[in-house]
């Protein structure tokens, strides 16, 4: 994807009050990131790790979405899989996020609820810049799994728009 400014950022919130966009915290090194490795701008706030935020470039610009997710509980085991890239983790390396809805839906309390990499960092392991600590079972290839999380990118858009 495009380099993008604080700004930018700021102005693609789709389901964020204003005041909530002025307390988004940016990434740490915004014009250090590895924009042509990205699919999608994931990150944690540094100030608040239960927030987290999604830009998504589309055709008409780039749409941003927060997210919110509850602190991890009891220690569970096994693996758990990214609902957007299908990268196979440990369980705790997954997190269920949520978003509110854009719109009336969401200011009468709707939410979608979606499985990322807790570091939001999916474009990273599909391109084998980052490694999962688990093995992975999947067997196609990078072009074909970029190309997935595009699609899955896009319906859990369209569920938060919708
Ligand atoms: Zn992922």
Request: proline share 4%; hydrophobic share 40%.
């Amino acid at each position: 994807m495009q380099a993008l400014n604080a700004d930018e950022i700021r102005r693609s919130f789709v389901n964020s009050s204003k005041s909530q966009v002025k307390a988004v915290t940016m990434p740490a090194g915004l014009t250090e990131l590895p924009w042509e490795s990205l699919d999608f701008l994931g990150w944690r706030d540094a100030k608040a790790p239960a927030r987290a935020y999604l830009v998504v470039p589309r055709e008409d610009g780039v749409l941003g979405i927060a997210l919110n997710t509850s602190a991890t509980g009891k220690p569970r085991r096994g693996t758990g899989l990214c609902d957007l890239c299908h990268t196979a983790h440990k369980v705790i390396d997954v997190a269920l996020f949520a978003a509110r809805r854009a719109g009336s839906a969401g200011r009468a309390g709707n939410t979608v609820g979606t499985y990322i990499c807790a570091d939001l960092a999916c474009s990273l392991y599909l391109r084998g810049l980052r490694e999962p600590e688990v093995p992975q079972g999947e067997t196609v290839g990078s072009e074909v799994r970029i190309e997935r999380l595009g699609h899955r990118l896009e319906s859990f858009v369209s569920r938060v728009l919708a």
